[in-house]
């Protein structure tokens, strides 16, 4: 199978780290998204997005959710999608969290103004932006230290998708220069080193800093 887009997206990140944890070959095709998308990634996604899964067969799944279902259910090994109505649905009900709460309020912009500008656009960071959306940390993180408190993971005692994305999406923060503070949020802190330490998060960093390893404030042991 193909992946195409990039590592430093969340969301080709999580099938990355999906597929890896599985034991899935692909081959990561890189791809631009948005006005510079080509009009290859167009035939694939009319709307320009990434990630997109081209399978063995020709056919695409141009969203990063739908792939992941694909591939948690048509490949064996640790299944990442719970069984249960009640789990499963709570479980993709934290995936949207994340993508709401956490990446559409702030950690797009942090690591738009602290990464993509002085990295790609030679620009310096716009940290008034960064001040806009910074209110937004808190109520985000109160909750998943909340659903840590007593269990390894976020939705349960096993790594399921909810997980990934989490770690996927915060991953970019400590890009941007913002670690998890393990006085206020104990549970989370601990819980994302231990995520990013496992070895499908420590090879998609490796990715990651060959892109933006001289911008990135994350210096990985």
Not at 148 to 153: Q, V, Y
């Amino acid at each position: 199978m193909k992946l195409h887009g990039v590592s430093l997206s969340p969301w080709v990140r999580r099938l990355m780290v999906l597929m890896d944890e599985k034991g899935i070959e692909y081959e990561l095709v890189p791809a631009v998204p948005g006005e510079n998308a080509s009009a290859e990634l167009r035939n694939m996604n009319p709307l320009g997005r990434i990630p997109v899964l081209e399978l063995d067969d020709g056919r695409f799944l141009a969203d990063s959710l739908a792939a992941s279902i694909y591939l948690d259910s048509a490949f064996p090994g640790h299944q990442f999608i719970p069984a249960d109505n009640w789990a499963r649905s709570w479980d993709l009900w934290l995936c949207e969290f994340v993508a709401s709460a956490i990446f559409s309020r702030f950690e797009g912009t942090f690591f738009v103004q602290r990464v993509v500008r002085p990295a790609f656009e030679k620009a310096a960071p716009d940290e008034g932006k960064i001040s806009e959306v910074a209110h937004h940390i808190p109520p985000a993180y109160e909750y998943l230290e909340a659903h840590l408190m007593n269990t390894a993971f976020l939705s349960s005692s096993d790594l399921t998708l909810a997980d990934v994305t989490a770690a996927s999406v915060l991953l970019n923060m400590r890009h941007a220069g913002e670690e998890i503070d393990p006085d206020r949020w104990p549970k989370l802190a601990d819980y994302l080193n231990r995520m990013h330490q496992r070895p499908s998060f420590v090879a998609s960093i490796k990715k990651d800093m060959e892109l933006i390893g001289h911008v990135s404030a994350l210096r990985p042991t």
